[in-house]
């Protein structure tokens, strides 16, 4: 069975270009969730999406983060521009079902800007 | 102000002992608990998890313990392997709030020796 797949699994990068990061959630899955880990601050989540459609986006830290989800089978996140502090490792995961179910995670991509 | 906490950043145990993780959490409106685990490189596993109409959960040598008064809950893994060495998340959720995603712990290392 597929998991969740993220890609790429790394970037490296210079400040101020834009970086997208891709999520194929788990075929069937109905809600799709961005996660950033950082030593400061843990697994803190950016965006989640139910059915495609953005419900929270309150944990995206500035304008310069946006993130889409096109169809059931496809997100994305974006940086533009991207910034050293940004380096951190970015995960997907999705869920089938209500938020009594666990979330299924990506095994990252570990960003680092320089 | 963290919702989820893991106090302990890490623990070392015997091969064949007991290891004991614990998670403390402030909102009562928590309804939903999960431990994952984590290994290098990975993204996080989902292990077990609990409601909150129960105390106990059990799945094999993984238990989940839950006190909803004092707001606290711990994983007990018995015996312990090699194999376990990870980092355990603690994460909660609360449905029907908005952005029924998961709150996580930083984390807690463990390291069971041979």
């Known amino acids: 069975d597929a998991g969740v797949i993220q890609s790429p699994r790394h970037e490296v990068t210079e400040m101020g270009q834009e970086v997208t990061l891709r999520c194929k959630p788990i075929?069937?899955?109905?809600?799709l969730f961005w996660y950033r880990q950082t030593m400061m601050r843990g697994l803190e989540l950016l965006i989640y999406?139910?059915?495609?459609?953005?419900?929270?986006d309150s944990g995206m830290p500035e304008d310069r983060f946006s993130a889409k989800m096109p169809n059931a089978s496809f997100s994305t996140l974006k940086i533009q521009p991207s910034e050293p502090r940004d380096s951190a490792v970015y995960f997907c995961?999705?869920?089938?079902?209500?938020?009594?179910?666990?979330?299924?995670f990506g095994d990252g991509t570990r960003l680092s800007i320089l | 102000d963290q919702q989820v906490k893991q106090n302990s950043p890490s623990l070392s145990v015997q091969e064949g002992r007991i290891s004991i993780l614990n998670c403390d959490y402030t909102?009562?409106?928590?309804?939903?608990f999960l431990w994952y685990k984590k290994y290098p490189a990975e993204g996080p596993t989902f292990l077990i998890s609990?409601?909150?109409?129960?105390d106990k959960n059990e799945d094999g040598r993984f238990t989940v313990f839950l006190n909803k008064s004092a707001k606290h809950l711990s994983l007990h893994i018995v015996p312990s392997q090699p194999g376990d060495s990870a980092v355990y998340f603690c994460?909660?959720?609360?449905?029907?709030?908005?952005?029924?995603?998961?709150?996580f712990g930083k984390g807690t290392t463990l390291s069971v020796s041979s």
């Open positions: 995961a999705s869920r089938s079902g209500p938020s009594n179910q666990p979330q299924h």
């Open positions: 075929s069937g899955h109905n809600s």
């Open positions: 999406f139910n059915n495609n459609v953005p419900i929270d």
């Open positions: 909102n009562s409106m928590f309804d939903y």
């Open positions: 609990i409601s909150s109409i129960k």
């Open positions: 994460a909660a959720s609360a449905r029907g709030q908005a952005g029924t995603a998961l709150i």
